[in-house]
């Protein structure tokens, strides 16, 4: 499983909140200091609203975190964006193989012991010991 890029833009706004006052700007401001296009931005707040981690308001009150970055996990945060996509109706055999069931197990180990203040302050982790070795 690959992080997708937006999924990458949808951390990006995250972080960017983080750092602003009661955690909230308007799409406008943020798709400027990213340097995303501000479709683009506003599809991806509207995204993050639905899956339960953004608020917003008309205006200038823009759109805020619905917690704070210490309580948005990145795991969930990911499940819940994938679960928005549009499947495409054809699901691989390869997809459904222990082998691939457990590097999602592991990919997800990793992302859920991650929350958007730990990417905010860079924090690293103890990498996860691989099989066999």
Not at 7 to 20: C, D, M, R, T, W
Not at 41 to 48: E, I, V
Not at 98 to 103: H, K, S
């Amino acid at each position: 499983m690959l992080i997708l890029p937006r999924v990458y833009a949808s951390i990006k706004i995250l972080v960017f909140l983080s750092g602003q006052p009661n955690y909230q700007a308007t799409t406008t401001v943020i798709s400027k200091a990213l340097g995303s296009p501000l479709p683009a931005c506003r599809k991806t707040a509207w995204q993050l609203k639905l899956a339960g981690v953004l608020t917003s308001g008309r205006g200038p009150r823009g759109i805020r975190l619905a917690r704070a970055p210490n309580e948005i996990w990145v795991g969930q945060l990911v499940r819940s964006l994938e679960q928005q996509r549009t499947p495409l109706g054809c699901e691989h055999e390869l997809e459904r193989t222990l082998f691939f069931a457990e590097a999602t197990e592991r990919f997800f180990e990793v992302l859920d012991s991650c929350t958007v203040m730990d990417i905010c302050l860079g924090k690293e982790r103890d990498p996860i010991p691989r099989a066999g070795g």
